[in-house]
């Protein structure tokens, strides 16, 4: 339950804000304050997605995406889970000198880990090859034991996840997420001796001090499990909010404190008598939308500070938690990109950021991989993996070591942090624009515009499909598909505005999907995908297929179906002729083919046509209308399925001659098209692999214009929800620009002619090669479930030849440098 305290750690937080701002403008802060903002403030990294980084303190470079940190009982080491797509491992670091001492690479990890008693033994999770490692600690290395088996691997379903040790019983208790299970394991014969089924996908779980209680994060459940150790019985369960992750005990086991990620909360539970006692909202502001993503938490060594891991806001906030159930918050502090895990020893926070401190720069590339065969491409494509330059693999992370700010350097933290983020509550209800653009600038104002379209297409840079354009800033060494395969998208971009700076704000589809249908990937997306797109097994939840993956308040047709707002979906989040998600029950178009590479997108486009003119005629269009053109995924070069440039063609095709049947229709004046990748994971591009190709069509948009503005996929959503009344659906969309400069006060009636294609879209793949063996071997029925490295690279030599070699993302410190569309210099802060 929620208490007064909530409100007033609200209240406080805003205070936080006020103070800060009140501190940015007043020149009688402390010199010291001054200075360390400043300092900071220097070394600014803009991210893609328009926020921004100031971390403090030193570092140490770690691997791929680590989720988990923990201390050894004498707080002598610090152990390190690094589970992204590229390279796992387990890293062991000296606290005391702040050195790295060993990393064991591995197959497959995960979350969990835990420091025996006595230090020489560490624990951590295996992932889906569903066991638990066990390393000795001799000579301060990792040393490989014999692990404990769960089970057999992948693609049978247990998939550890947290796990805790009691030494004195020989004891491992490890929860699960995929068979949503406890084991409870001898640690000294490996054996499994009980299994006990707890009905949600598990995140960790906890001992209390006396060993007789466990308590278990219910991932996918809302809630707290307690689990009578002696018994083995599930003894409690304790409601949440959701996607409740990592748990945290007072020393005394009176209270636990619940990281909810899904909530941007942390509970405080009265372990006695079961319930929250108190709600900690952590964001930067109060009732703020989702974003914040709480998922890691550690007390001082008084127990009067609680500091939080804020993964999507960079940061940690800081709490006065010495009365329990009148929390105070009393400041924030910059972390790097997306904080995973806190841990405190003595005056020093140390805190892993799961994606590094910025994007990373690959300058000698470009060099894919090229030296796997066919039969290398299966369970675990990290057995070889040569030079990885594929994006999903090149957030590097880091560990940050912080000195415990004293007041003074919390204040200009706390500053950073606020100046770090580009939403305030204020942009929720008001943004900017113009007066008389169709685009309102206050949530709520009507428009002209009564119809919107919204095209997800799938993974494509900008340079691949535009990079030939002069009037835009592209490379085209880097055109894969241009003017000759995809005409309409360049007429698009000719006729109407061609965007050549607009970023996706996800890596791949799994986490596309989700933000591009509601501007927002949580917990469990984020620290999924990357298992299975590694090939280290898993399943693609990512498209509403499991409630888990939603993000807390739902996708955009559950925010218009809440407002009123008629929606209909055309193969998005609607598969095999039946929708993912219970919101879109009635509301597809049963004819419109879902994912399926082998059906042509020019098809769907007549399918849509035909359902239409049927609604118009019917006076029955609905307001928002969503729709899936994805074939310019391609197949590779598999045999019997069209050649890339013909799947690229052909989805060119459905989206010119849907432009063009929209245009003539009566509605044209009053509609608007919104087309973008759901991701641009598939190729590269000379500015940044989050770049990529988006177009917009209809009566009151722009005519021939060039739009350089910096765009993203949430601002094009805050563009729909404006036109459509909608409030924002989370802290990103609210944030972001929205693309009002792309209108005009007038519309033109003017219809769109479609081009055809300019190559025969019927071609196959014939030619049997060693592209067309590794094409044989990916599984194309769900998007991205291969190693999309390689698919890339097939991609590039089937269009430009065997022997090309193609070039890789370029990825930097994100700086925007220039001029907007108002010749305006861009304001970087």
Known sequence: MKTYSTLLCGFSLLLAMM??????GNTAASSEEAETYQKLAAKRVNLPNGWALTPPGRSLDLDDLPLNLVVSPSKKYLAVTNNGQSTQSITLIDAGSEQILDTAKVGKSYLGLAFSQDETRLYASGGNDNKVLVYKIENKQLVPDEPIVLGKPWPVKISPTGLCVDDAKNRLYIVTKEDSSLYIADTKTRQVLKKLNIGAAAYTCLLSPDKNELFISSWGGASVLVVDVNKQTIAAKIPTNKNPNDLLLTKDGKYLYVANGNDNTVALIDVAKRQVIETLTTSLFPNAPVGTTPNGLALSDDENTLYIANADNNCLA???VTKKGHSLSSGFIPTGWYPTAVKVIGSKLYVTNGKGFSSKANPKGPNPVRTRTPQQVGPNPQANPGPVQYIAGLFKGTLSIIDTPDTETLAAYSRLVYANTPYTKSKELRTEGEAGNPIPMRVGDKSPIK????IIKENRTYDQILG?????NGDASLCLFPEKVTPNQHALAKEFVLLDNFYVDAEVSADGHNWSSAAYANDYV?????????GRGGTYDYEGQKEIAHPRDGFIWDHCQRAGISFRSYGWFADDEKPNIKTLEGKFCPTFKGYNLGYMDSKREEAWEADFDGLVTAGKLPTFNTLRFGNDHTSGARIGMPTPDAAV???DLAVGRFVEHLSKSSIWNQSVVFILEDDAQNGPDHVDAHRSIAFVAGGFVKRGFVDHTMYSTSGMLRTIELILGLKPMSQYDAAATPMW???????????????????DINQKNVAVNVNSKRSSLFNLTRPDEIDDLIFSEIVWQTVRGEKSVMPAPRRGAFVRTGKDADGDEDDDD
């Not at 030939?468 to 835009?472: L, R």
């Not at 792309?742 to 190559?759: L, M, S, V, Y």
């Open 649 to 651: 063609a052909d989805n």
């Open 741 to 759: 400069r792309c209108f005009d006060k007038k519309a033109n009636p003017a219809p769109f002619t479609a081009r055809e294609a300019g190559i």
């Open 19 to 24: 103070a800060g701002c009140h501190r940015a």
């Open 526 to 534: 984020e620290k999924n995908w990357v298992t299975s797109y590694g």
């Open 451 to 454: 119809y919107v379209f919204y």
């Open 468 to 472: 030939d354009m002069k009037e835009g």
């Open 318 to 320: 800081v709490f006065d």
